[in-house]
């Protein structure tokens, strides 16, 4: 079964504005991942936060971790048409360490 | 730079006819993935090498093979392809048995089966 859930399956926002996309996963892991994939491309790595880990910047993302209520959340700020790509969280669960289960992804649209 | 390299970027099969899809690395990582992606779906794993050992997914078809003749080399073969079979098919590689730096991709090979 799938680890990863991201939410909204689908968000559209003006340049400039913030957006926050959630993942929601089932079991205890050691680190959940973000990556971002344009439109035909393979996927980038962006950010990993490990399990005792709650919070990780990398620029215009910050990534937070509640493992409590097994979720994380990325937000990017000052987003930029650019920004516009799917992004998919993964999780590295304790029971199957080294092999990452993605969710269906956050589907992001950056209007200008 | 270093990187993953996925050869052909799109590759077009017949029903039934073998097709092999390559990537190669320059990051010197032991552990190698190979994911499939259809339209709008998560990737899903398929199978994947920890340095010689090979590790298949138990929902994985018999019809998926690999094989990692060296640390940079990794081939995907998919015996008989079936139009179910079209999808963007995804390499990835990880580090020191994957402690803590994420997977880093190939560019994907694009397989229709026509």
């Known amino acids: 079964s799938q680890q990863g859930e991201e939410d909204p399956q689908a968000l559209s926002i003006q340049e400039g504005e913030n957006a926050t996309m959630n993942c929601s996963y089932k079991?205890?892991?050691?680190?959940l991942q973000w990556y971002r994939q344009n439109s035909g491309r393979g996927l980038v790595h962006l950010i990993l936060?490990?399990?005792?880990?709650r919070e990780k910047h990398s620029g215009r993302l910050r990534v937070t971790l509640d493992t409590s209520k097994k979720s994380s959340s990325l937000l990017i700020t000052a987003s930029r048409a650019a920004d516009t790509a799917s992004y998919f969280c993964?999780?590295?669960?304790?029971?199957?360490?080294?092999?990452?289960?993605f969710g269906d992804g956050t589907t992001l649209t950056v209007k200008p | 730079d270093a990187m993953v390299i996925q050869n052909p970027r799109y590759q077009v099969t017949q029903f039934g006819k073998p097709v092999t899809l390559s990537c190669s690395q320059t990051?010197?990582?032991?552990?190698m993935y190979w994911y499939q992606q259809k339209s709008s779906q998560a990737p899903k794993l398929l199978f994947h090498?920890?340095?010689?050992?090979?590790?298949n997914e138990a929902d994985t078809p018999d019809n998926f093979q690999s094989r990692r003749p060296n640390t940079s080399f990794c081939f995907l073969d998919i015996r008989s392809p079936g139009l179910g079979d079209a999808a963007m098919y995804l390499c990835?590689?990880?580090?020191?048995?994957?402690?803590?730096?994420?997977?880093?991709f190939g560019s994907g090979t694009r397989l229709t089966v026509v």
């Open positions: 990835a590689t990880s580090g020191s048995g994957f402690r803590g730096s994420g997977y880093t």
């Open positions: 079991t205890s892991i050691n680190n």
């Open positions: 936060i490990r399990s005792n880990e």
């Open positions: 993964a999780t590295d669960a304790r029971t199957n360490a080294g092999k990452s289960t």
């Open positions: 990051l010197n990582h032991n552990v």
């Open positions: 090498y920890y340095d010689k050992d090979f590790n």
